[in-house]
């Protein structure tokens, strides 16, 4: 058995309610490591040669919640979800952290595939080497707090009705909250109430599969690892690296970008992006720090980082909202991308995102899209049923509860910023494609490429991701590094030296992976099925390489104020770097991965399913 | 202490963009190269208080005996509060080392405010509505 992990995958057909034990071959572990890439490889082979076919959100789609090898062993341990997108109709590796993964680890298994659709709500439950199906009547439909009372209770009852004397019985679980239960395109797969897989949308997979949550208790050790002493050495020297020079990242997290990313490289959505600067002090992480934040650490088992707070809004209207202290996505895209300006008011927002299980990055791009359209006129009084001004906390929130409903225009928003742009031109008349800020179905991370001191001109474009901001594309090898991240399952904001994980990765499974076969043969390969599926997508929606590898309309735009003032991307810059980053690669002018290449990296497969739309 | 149970120390945030320094009429303010702190010129000061003015925390003041400036020069880069603090275990106030990554470094800027601004903030924190009533 291959040191670092637990062994065996729970295989679980919900259609049939068969629940059954599968493994992989020890080669393709090594080749594909786990999360993203096992998934990627996982639904390859189950649904590669009908991908065009598999409706994201029907039946036929598997969704997948895998650990790696470094999860849990490794500081930062993530579970990374996947599956075709509702989002992209590709595959995109989404990851959140907290203890299921860990658990999950614990119980014997690596990770949970879902194929099929129950026919009432169910939730599964895996405790050591057992993997059950249970009614999840009792929590479909319930907010994220009582859905966790609920649930927590229930699992504590049962597991110490079955072991009377167990010392801990507290499980750790994933779920999707009612966004995902509506299956709203923009839906999180959620953990401990306010952490988020958001990119990829698979809390609408997830609600699809009437799968409310998947829930984990273990009791057996974390998996042997090749070099216990290695190990250990090299985990001390992480943590103390993250302890001696991450003081920032522990001291406040990214929660105080809100006002300086903004203000200081013009990178932060305002207002639907029409601009990316603002200087309001007020918006600073010194204000959330000072009069919210309760907690100065909230890490998650394992993790030495801890850029967690907790926020509390103890007295004025908003009284009673918890959260986790809004990180720098959560601020910009709840706070000046919606004209909000007030971290009382962010935290609001946020704390119902996360209640909701939005996506606390895809979600609020779509509501500050219609804010955008209302701005515009092209929707009225008359389309949503109140006024939407910028700013305007409480009719964001009534339209967040439209679009969990799908009441009126919400069913339509439901569908996401892109499909919901698509629709809304049709009924209106006018096009309003431009005003939606996505890459590939995907809304964008809170970093803009206008200002050029953040995000380069083709990290969302080339990005077999989409929008996520976490997987940017420079050249041909940057983004191996988040490939690698996302399939061992850990935290970037624990990556202390970029170098010291290959060799954390060889004590741990003993399997000589070095950086150089990741950059050049392994990471490539899990990067060529996502596009491969990216390119075929369906089936509503296509992708055109010429047309879709491209920023959003938006992005042209010149800023029209702040220090950077008139400055935009430059088209002409982006096709010569995508040019560049195709041909570095090996995908041909159009786009599309060369025969050659695939046949080098040993993706036949792939190969035969492009032939098709390689004309 | 304005609000009981509410301390807040009042400590110069040491801007990047020094708007004390840019204000002094006689050139006696300077930054020092090594640690980037406030640097005065005894010699140079003329006591106007120009300075106190132009920082938005209003940490500066004038020497009670001397009337020249006084700015936190970081005591050389190894400040002795900091030392106190910790020496104490009361670990309130701590040095965050940054390294010059992202966009130049944390804004120091943000956090130069008053005490009476930060005590409204925190008294909320600590009490809740109670804190409202007791600014």
């Known amino acids: 058995m291959p040191r670092g992990y637990a062994g065996k995958f729970l295989d679980v057909d919900l259609s049939r309610g068969t629940v059954k034990d599968t493994t992989f071959d020890d080669s393709i572990l090594r080749s594909y490591v786990g999360g993203r890439g096992l998934a990627a490889k996982i639904l390859w082979d189950r649904l590669g040669d009908r991908w065009n076919t598999v409706d994201p959100v029907g039946p036929d789609n598997i969704f997948t919640a895998l650990t790696g090898p470094m999860t849990g062993i490794y500081p930062g341990a993530r579970i990374c979800c996947s599956g075709k997108s509702p989002q992209s109709n590709g595959i995109i590796g989404s990851t959140c952290s907290g203890e299921f993964p860990s658990e999950l680890k614990c119980t014997g298994y690596d990770g949970v595939i879902v194929s099929g659709k129950a026919s009432s709500p169910v939730y599964i439950l895996v405790t050591d080497d057992k993997g059950e199906i249970r009614d999840a009547s009792r929590i479909w439909g319930k907010e994220a707090l009582e859905m966790t009372k609920i649930l927590t209770k229930e699992v504590r009852d049962e597991l110490k009705r079955r072991t009377p004397f167990a010392a801990n019985c507290e499980p750790g679980f994933i779920y999707c909250g009612p966004a995902g239960e509506s299956r709203v395109r923009t839906a999180a797969v959620m953990q401990k109430l306010a952490h988020a897989a958001g990119y990829g949308g698979y809390g609408a997979v997830m609600g699809s599969k009437n799968l409310k949550a998947i829930v984990a208790k273990g009791t057996k050790p974390m998996p042997d690892v090749m070099s216990p002493s290695t190990v250990n050495i090299l985990r001390e020297k992480v943590e103390e690296g993250i302890i001696t020079t991450r003081d920032r990242m522990r001291r406040w997290g990214t929660g105080y970008g809100g006002w300086e990313v903004a203000a200081r490289s013009s990178s932060e959505p305002v207002r639907s992006w029409q601009d990316e600067w603002h200087d309001e002090r007020a918006f600073g992480g010194d204000k959330f720090d000072a009069k919210y934040w309760v907690k100065r650490y909230w890490s998650d088992f394992n993790c030495v980082t801890g850029c967690l707070k907790l926020a509390v809004i103890k007295a004025g209207p908003l009284k009673g909202a918890i959260t986790d202290n809004p990180d720098y996505e959560l601020q910009a895209f709840l706070g000046p991308n919606l004209g909000v300006f007030d971290p009382g008011e962010c935290i609001y927002l946020a704390a119902l995102m996360d209640s909701l299980g939005f996506s606390g990055i895809n979600g609020p791009n779509t509501l500050a899209f219609v804010g955008e359209l209302y701005q515009r006129e092209i929707l009225t009084h008359d389309d949503l049923g109140f006024e939407l001004e910028w700013g305007d906390v409480k009719a964001f929130e009534r339209l967040a509860r439209m679009i969990v409903r799908r009441e009126g225009i919400g069913d339509v928003l439901a569908e996401g910023t892109y499909r919901a742009a698509l629709k809304i031109s049709q009924m209106k008349g006018v096009d309003v494609t431009p005003f939606a800020v996505h890459v590939k179905g995907v809304e964008i991370g809170a970093h803009g490429t206008r200002s050029g001191l953040d995000m380069n001109p083709i990290g969302y474009a080339c990005s077999v991701q989409g929008g996520d901001h976490t997987s940017r594309v420079v050249d041909a090898y940057t983004d191996m590094q988040s490939v690698y991240q996302d399939s061992a399952v850990y935290c970037s904001f624990c990556t202390f030296d970029p170098n010291l994980v290959w060799e954390f990765h060889r004590a741990l499974t003993g399997w000589d992976v070095t950086k150089e076969e990741w950059y050049t043969t392994l990471g490539p390969r899990i990067i060529h099925i996502q596009r491969a599926a990216e390119l075929i997508g369906g089936p509503d929606i296509t992708w055109d390489p010429a047309k879709d590898d491209d920023n959003p309309p938006r992005y042209y735009e010149p800023l029209p104020s702040g220090p950077f003032k008139g400055k935009t991307t430059d088209r002409a810059v982006v096709q010569e770097l995508k040019r560049e980053y195709y041909k570095a690669i090996g995908w041909d002018e159009k786009g599309i991965p060369k025969t050659e290449t695939l046949q080098r990296l040993g993706l036949d497969d792939v190969d035969r399913v492009l032939r098709r739309i390689r004309k | ?135």
Request: aromatic fraction near 6%; glycine fraction near 6%.
């Open chain 2, 1 to 135: 202490m304005l609000v009981p149970g509410v301390e807040i120390p009042h400590l110069c945030a040491q801007c990047s963009d020094y708007p004390c320094v840019a204000s002094c009429p006689t050139k006696a303010l300077s930054v020092s190269e090594r640690t980037s702190a406030v640097l005065v010129d005894n010699e140079k000061c003329i006591s106007c208080g120009k300075c106190i003015e132009a920082c938005p925390g209003k940490v500066p003041f004038l020497h009670p005996a001397t009337k020249k400036a006084l700015i936190c020069d970081l005591c050389d880069g190894d400040p002795e509060c900091v030392k106190a603090c910790q020496k104490a275990n009361f670990d309130a106030i701590w040095l965050v080392r940054e390294p010059q990554v992202g966009f130049g470094g944390l804004s120091h800027k943000l956090f130069a405010r008053t005490p009476e601004e930060v005590t409204k903030d925190v008294a909320i924190n600590l009490y809740g509505e109670k804190g409202e009533e007791l600014i």
